[in-house]
Nanobody, 123 residues
């Protein structure tokens, strides 16, 4: 059974930084993508970033490109989302999720999800 646990959420000021972690367990993820999504109050899940476990290729939403960085530590089975130059519109619950196939930017591609961690950015 796949188990994803996010951590690192909290309160940041506009222009500040936070780093989220997602610890994965339960199976081998070498052929997977690990995605980060977020959901703001009253809105749908939104793709943020993704990384392939195998070669570390990264993908970003236009809204976070240049500000957020996704990385992985394969030895620890952990994926990180470094968030810099944060904006109030980054406020959301952030989720990590994993998939081995499908569109990496589509929520429907991901079968396994963490419980989410709340990020609040004050202006």
């Amino acid at each position: 059974q796949v188990h994803l646990v996010e951590s690192g959420g909290g309160l940041a000021q506009a222009g500040g930084s936070l780093r989220l972690s997602c610890a994965a367990s339960g199976r081998t993820f070498s052929n997977d993508y690990m995605g980060w999504f977020r959901q703001a109050p009253g809105k749908e899940h939104e793709f943020v970033a993704a990384i392939t476990w195998s070669d570390g290729s990264t993908y970003y939403a236009d809204s976070v490109k240049g500000r957020f960085t996704v990385s992985r530590d394969s030895a620890k089975n952990t994926v990180y989302l470094q968030m810099n130059a944060m904006k109030p519109e980054d406020t959301a619950v952030y989720y990590c999720a994993t998939t081995a196939s499908g569109s990496i930017r589509a929520v429907r591609s991901y079968a396994d999800w963490g419980q989410g961690t709340l990020v609040t950015v004050s202006s």
